[in-house]
């Protein structure tokens, strides 16, 4: 999925041609054609090439999954003696079939026209699309929604945000706003009076900075995260872990973040077993924290001594991660989204100890990986060609800049420095 520079394409044909200009294609659509599973869309994408089309040779379509790595490609690469002229402007050209997309999920289509210019950055258009999830199996069945309709309206120094409510079968009560500019991110709680009947809300932003261009995101509700993780590290690993979610809930604009440290009372009443199943169940995405204790207690070759114990989570460890590996690898066999399921390792620990199912899945290492962590969540793509988005308090170079960040930071030190004295 990278673009072909021009001179690695046409250099050998005459490297005069990447002096010269090749505008973005127009017109960029997405189709949803038939698709007979109701769990996935499928979209075929059509576009007009630019009438600057003397030395177009081709195109590359790529569909992503916003927040997600999955990226599917197409290139079309035109005959070597094919000549275009401006009437061939009006030509619409198709993709073949961009299938298994999952529902209620954000995808971005980007139309690349080739060779991507060597010193132009006007090569490609990209477009935005949700898949259709209410429309095949009905909203009850849907618990993603997303606003369709926003207006913006600036008073002076006031900036008034008006959006569409979601259907009152869906029960969503609560929404926030996200934005980005400046180099920061402010976020915005929205709860609704559970009394009102209404289908549009307005809400003011404030303290937004005169002269800043913004982008600003509404979904129906910050999405919860559960943390799961092995107590066999030691101690200082089950308190990096403990910082971890403490920044997550306080700077990636998580609703909860749910960790067996922070509820005692559930795991008493429900066993611990009983509780990470119905959280995995409720919870919008899951992170498994993995490390040396953890690959090891994963391995039913490897033997344990459970006088180590440290956690509550301890003996239960292997088999939720079990649990959660042959779900990532169901998921994986029939097509399906996995983006709910991610493996995370401390930057003391090695890739190496993230369990083979679970390699299926997004795997980050923290602190290097907060904004893609971040991408993750709220389904926000960093990269584009062309440009970058940078999060305020989350980058590695950055997120010691906030009280949480800097506790996170020693905790990793603290933890890297226990584990490396035990390993040796």
Known sequence: CIPWPCLELLGDEDPSICEHYVQAPDDVKVEFVHESNPKSDTVIVSWKPSHYIAFLRGFQVSVQALGGTAVACQLLLFSRNVSLSAAHAQTFYKSD????LSLGSQYAVTVMSLPVPEQWDKFYQSFYFNTRCAEKNGLEQCKQWYPQHIKVQQDGSVVIVTFNLAPPIMGIRRYF???????EVKYTDIILDSLENKTHHSFQLSDLHEGTNYTCENRATPPRLLICYSGYDGAAHVKAVMKLGAFIQQHMATRQVCLDLWDYLSIAE???VAWYCRQIRENDFVLVICSPGLRQRYDPEVTHDDSVDLMSNACS???IVQLIGEQVGRAKARGEDMSKYMAAVFKYCEETDIPTELRLAAHYTVPRDLPLLFSHLHGVALHKPGSYLKINNITEES???VPTGAALQLAIQ???TALNGEQQ
């Open 270 to 272: 429900e066993g611990v």
């Open 399 to 401: 997120y010691t800049g």
């Open 317 to 319: 460890c292997g088999a």
């Open 97 to 100: 079939p961009f299938p298994g």
């Open 414 to 416: 603290e933890a890297g």
């Open 177 to 183: 706003c996200l934005c980005r500019g400046d180099g």
